[in-house]
């Protein structure tokens, strides 16, 4: 059975950095792309940033571009996002998604891992 | 950037109603439009996928159609199951948009 698995969340100050994990097991890891979709507390789900099966092609959010990096390991099936100059409004639970792999929806995803950004 | 307004932002209805949700476009967006459901605690769940495409296991109370710019999500007949909030969602290839969400509660 497919499973991802996030970790890497918690309480960080603002301006400080956190990087996220998401291991996926029961599947052919590089053959997917995947997503970072997060939502806040109250609020509605927002994509963050996706990247191909190869880890070549990414893409990102406006709210998290230049500050956020997406990227993959998939020697260890492992997918990153690495956070950095961290707002209070980047307090969400995130999630890992895995896209379809004909494209164009996602089909798992993760429980989340919650990233609180706050002094 | 292509922005989903969806409306409205909450729906109170009665189990047997005939619900629908909307999903309005800035720009043509062709059929690349999904529908999900979403339960607390519970990973969302793709509804409806390409407007009109019902997801495997999905019951067919719930159709999609549009095109372009707008875009109707239809649950036929209410059941207590369906109370959930709705997200209308774009892709352009691993460019996801999402709306803002429609929370559907029981009147």
């Known amino acids: 059975q497919v499973q991802l698995l996030e970790s890497g969340g918690g309480v960080v100050q603002p301006g400080r950095s956190l990087r996220l994990s998401c291991a996926g097991s029961?599947?052919?890891?590089?053959?997917?792309?995947f997503h970072w979709v997060r939502q806040a507390p109250g609020k509605g789900l927002q994509w963050v940033a996706a990247?191909?099966?190869?880890?070549?092609?990414?893409y990102y959010a406006d709210s998290v571009r230049g500050r956020f990096t997406i990227s993959r390991d998939n020697s260890q099936s492992t997918l990153y996002l690495q956070m950095n100059r961290l707002r209070p409004a980047d307090t969400a639970l995130y999630f890992c998604?895995?896209?379809?792999?004909?494209?164009?929806?996602?089909?798992?995803w993760g429980q989340g891992t919650l990233v609180t950004v706050s002094s | 950037d292509i922005q989903l307004t969806q409306s409205p932002s909450s729906l109170s209805a009665s189990a047997g109603d005939r619900v629908t949700i909307t999903c309005q476009a800035s720009?043509?967006?062709?059929?690349?439009l999904n529908w999900y459901q979403h339960k607390p605690g519970e990973a969302p769940k793709v509804l409806i996928y390409d407007t009109f495409d019902l997801e495997i296991g999905v019951p067919s109370r719930f159709s999609g159609t549009g095109s372009g710019t707008d875009f109707i999500l239809t649950i036929t007949s209410l059941q207590p199951e369906d109370i959930a909030t709705y997200y209308c969602?774009?892709?352009?290839?691993?460019?996801?948009?999402f709306g803002q969400g429609t929370k559907l509660e029981f009147k």
């Open positions: 029961e599947f052919s890891f590089d053959s997917f792309a």
């Open positions: 969602q774009h892709y352009n290839n691993l460019l996801y948009t």
């Open positions: 998604v895995r896209e379809w792999i004909g494209g164009g929806r996602p089909d798992y």
């Open positions: 720009q043509d967006i062709g059929n690349h």
């Open positions: 990247v191909s099966s190869d880890g070549n092609t990414k």
